[in-house]
């Protein structure tokens, strides 16, 4: 990414979420306008209508898994494209408003991943309150302080979150596994991805042309064959009726690799549709590895073979 994109970046706020986290850790948001919005969709209705040049979102979570609101905005609607991957850590808090007690909780307000990531706590420590759910974690932990959020008399935040809202902590660091993350993207407009660095990740969605049995098989064998490893894939309804599915795929690489860009053109001539998401760095750094055979010089020596024989010189 550089300076040439647009000075304003969105995020899922309000302010104090983890998203914005995501976004400030970025060089791009240095100096740049950032722009809270209430939901996913809105952050990326943003992109796609020029108001801002790109939107943090919530992609997947260790615990919970994908965020589908994400997803579905990414394999319906005008494309966007994935510039950047963040990872960040989640501390989860109780906090409530100035004076409350924990035994005096009835009712709390969180986004659901969060409150998911907190289930066996809640259940240990306050098995009468009931859950009510948030856009965001900052948005409960906003409602809470300004007395909303139905009735909430905590929120489950961060608590930086809490220090931003004016709320105090009535417990810390309350996620059931302690070593949760969450990864956020970068949505921008759709445009030439950065160049490959050895540790890339690429990201389409894929719409099976007909169902059949195999048809999912005879997908991941495009992968398989040229060493391409998966590190995610979803299914998701498409909206055309039950049993209508796309599948959301990650995949290690760049589309410029030969193995991965084979893989892909291979997706394009089996399936109905294949959205290119984005090719991006890696927020953990890891290469993908390669089995004999894949490597990028294996691909090259193949060509060369191929051509010297269709011209007789094989």
């Given at each position: 990414m550089t300076s040439s994109l647009p000075r304003r970046y969105a995020y899922l706020g309000p302010e104090g979420t983890f998203?914005?986290?995501?976004?400030?850790s970025l060089a791009e948001s240095s100096g740049a306008e950032l722009l809270p919005l209430e939901t996913v969709e809105d952050a990326l209705?943003?992109?796609?209508d020029g108001t801002v040049g790109g939107a943090v979102v919530p992609f997947e979570n260790s615990v919970e898994g994908a965020v589908t609101g994400t997803l579905d905005e990414l394999s319906s609607g005008?494309?966007?494209?994935?510039?950047?991957?963040?990872?960040?850590?989640?501390?989860?808090?109780l906090l409530?408003?100035?004076?409350?007690?924990?035994?005096a909780v009835r009712v709390?307000?969180?986004?659901?991943?969060?409150t998911a990531q907190c289930r066996h706590w809640l259940r240990d420590n306050l098995p009468g309150a009931r859950v009510r759910a948030a856009t965001s974690t900052a948005e409960a932990a906003a409602a809470v302080a300004r007395c909303e959020a139905e009735t909430a008399d905590a929120a489950i935040a961060s608590a930086s979150a809490g220090e931003r809202y004016g709320l105090v902590e009535l417990a810390g660091d309350i996620s059931d596994r302690r070593q949760a993350v969450t990864r956020f993207i970068l949505a921008v407009p759709p445009g030439p991805p950065p160049p490959p660095t050895g540790a890339d990740r690429t990201t389409v969605v894929t719409f099976i042309a007909d169902d059949h049995p195999g048809a999912l098989l005879e997908l991941l064998t495009e992968f398989a064959v040229r060493?391409?490893?998966?590190?995610?894939?979803?299914s998701r309804p498409t909206g055309h009726g039950l049993g209508r599915y796309c599948f959301s795929i990650d995949c290690e690489g760049h589309i410029a690799d030969a193995r991965v860009g084979e893989a892909l053109a291979a997706l394009h001539r089996c399936c109905e549709e294949v959205r290119f998401c984005g090719s991006y760095p890696r927020a953990d750094g890891g290469p993908a590895g390669s089995r004999p055979g894949t490597a990028e010089s294996d691909f090259a020596a193949a060509e060369a073979?191929?051509?010297r024989a269709r011209h007789g010189l094989g």
């Open positions: 998203a914005e986290t995501a976004l400030r209705q943003a992109v796609r005008s494309p966007l494209h994935i510039a950047r991957e963040v990872l960040v850590p989640v501390r989860l808090s409530g408003r100035p004076g409350i007690l924990l035994d709390i307000a969180s986004h659901p991943h969060a060493g391409v490893n998966l590190t995610r894939i979803e073979w191929l051509a």
